[in-house]
């Protein structure tokens, strides 16, 4: 008997111990109730995201939760520059600034595009090559290819400065190229503007495409149908040249750019009717690579970044730019860009456009 009550002396005097604590602990715990529940009670306005779990995968593609989420920029078209040494009567990007962001900013601005769920970037202007003799944007290219592991990279140019030593130093990278080309008789680039003294844009042009084959870079032209070509044919050329797409454009007036009081162009003289750009289709839908592109699937279906990586809504005929994505993120800015995710997947805005994907026989 005497042994079982020095037994549970010590048990017993744990126990009122631990019981002490306790109350202790948790009168400290209700005093700081109110605190914690200010620190997690969501503000007016505001909706809680709950963080994805491990099996899910994190980043761009989780799924968004928001009521009003923004669309998912899978495609972008970053004009990063607005200077050309052409003067296309047409152009709808014209030289209104000689501004260029630098190379960290807008490598910065990218890798923002990549976190948000871009999968291709497109690189024009302007035209690309004249910054720095085409280094500045074979140095994003390379980034987006070797850093940020984009899927497709891709390149719209008029061709006329683009060199050999550039495929050797950055054709790797480089998943399509895609030079403008309005038409396949020279005095009518001369009359659209595409002419430069005495080189021959055609002749260049068969020249890139051997390129192209020998660097394993994916060929593509583009053409604007407008009233100096519209009459043309252009089959076997464009079946010579075997291009993996051929994008026909229908020439587009955008008020404030090549239309207008305060535009540097007049197009107004280039412009043609819907059913004039139909006869066009119709005399081509034997070319396999067409890619028809009207006014209306173009003003809403294209993610366009200015000089200022600034996304341009086009909806009302004119160039709105929303802030720049480097000021206010992607998510807020891409709210104002006026894009129509659907029209983009209408119009073929997706397709394969990975060189690794492509069966090409280069």
Not at 34 to 47: I, K, N, T, V
Not at 78 to 104: D, I, M
Not at 199 to 219: G, I, M, P, T
Request: with cysteine; glycine share 6%; charged share 30%.
């Amino acid at each position: 008997m005497q042994l079982g009550v020095l037994s549970r002396t010590p048990l017993a005097v744990a126990r009122a111990v631990l019981a002490a604590l306790g109350r202790r602990v948790g009168a400290l715990c209700w005093s700081l109730v109110p605190f914690s529940l200010s620190l997690s009670l969501p503000l007016p306005g505001w909706r809680r995201v709950s963080a994805p779990s491990p099996a899910a995968p994190a980043g761009p593609r989780r799924e968004r939760e928001c009521d009003d989420a923004s669309p998912t920029p899978t495609s972008v078209n970053y004009h990063f520059t607005r200077q050309c040494n052409y003067k296309c009567g047409f152009c709808f990007h014209t030289a209104k600034t000689s501004f260029v962001l630098p190379l960290e900013e807008a490598k910065r601005g990218l890798a923002m595009l990549k976190e948000a769920g871009m999968e291709k970037i497109n690189f024009s202007g302007g035209e690309p090559f004249l910054q720095d003799r085409g280094e500045f944007v074979g140095k994003l290219v390379q980034f987006c290819k070797e850093e940020l592991k984009l899927p497709s990279v891709s390149i719209v140019s008029n061709g006329s400065l683009i060199r050999e030593r550039w495929f050797k130093k950055y054709g790797e990278y480089l998943d399509i190229l895609a030079i403008s080309c309005d038409s396949f008789d020279e005095n009518v680039n001369v009359l659209i503007g595409r002419g430069q003294g005495k080189k021959n844009h055609v002749e260049n042009l068969h020249k890139l495409r051997q390129w192209c084959r020998e660097y394993a870079v994916a060929f593509k032209i583009n053409s604007v149908i407008n009233r100096f070509n519209v009459e043309e044919d252009m089959n076997e050329q464009i079946k010579a040249l075997n291009p993996v797409r051929w994008k026909v454009f229908q020439c587009l007036l955008i008020e404030g750019e090549n239309s207008g009081e305060d535009a540097l162009r007049e197009a107004e003289k280039f412009v043609i009717s819907d059913e004039d750009f139909e006869q066009f289709l119709c005399r081509h839908k034997d070319v396999s690579c067409l890619v028809p592109e009207s006014n209306q699937k173009m003003r809403d279906s294209y993610l366009i970044l200015d000089e200022y990586m600034r996304f341009l809504n086009c909806r009302n005929g004119r160039k709105e730019p929303s802030k720049s994505i480097l000021d206010v993120g992607v998510e807020e800015a891409i709210k104002f860009s006026g894009f129509d995710e659907m029209m983009f997947l209408k119009r073929g805005g997706k397709y394969v456009w990975s060189k690794a994907d492509m069966k090409l026989d280069w």
